[in-house]
């Protein structure tokens, strides 16, 4: 579903800017975000059969009409914990 068809939707843009708008002000909430959302998508997948690539799953997160957000959110929450509390973030990464 592409970002067109959502803005269609009053209750998925209602959700996307939900989603933009989320605060991340406090240590607690960022480290929770990072540790929820993942760095790159769990579902893609190699198959290999004697060193040799045989099929290729791709990433089914591109499906998901909110996954800019969210991955934006990730982002938010990480640069909160970089720029504002000075923390090591190389754990998210």
Same mark, same amino acid.
């Given at each position: 579903m592409n970002q067109e068809m959502t803005q269609s939707l $009053?209750?998925?843009? *209602?959700l996307?800017?939900?989603l933009l *708008?989320? $605060? !991340? %002000?406090t240590p607690a909430i960022a480290h929770r975000i990072c540790r929820w959302i993942p760095a790159q998508c769990p579902f893609a997948r190699r198959i290999s059969l004697w060193?040799? $690539?045989v099929v290729t799953i791709p990433p089914l997160c591109k499906l998901n009409p909110?996954?800019?957000e969210i991955i934006l959110l990730r982002f938010r929450a990480l640069t909160y914990l970089s %720029? !504002?509390?000075g923390e090591d973030i190389s754990q998210y990464v």
């Open positions: $009053p209750i998925m843009a *209602t996307r800017q939900w *708008t989320l $605060p !991340v %002000d060193g040799r $690539p909110f996954y800019e %720029d !504002v509390c």
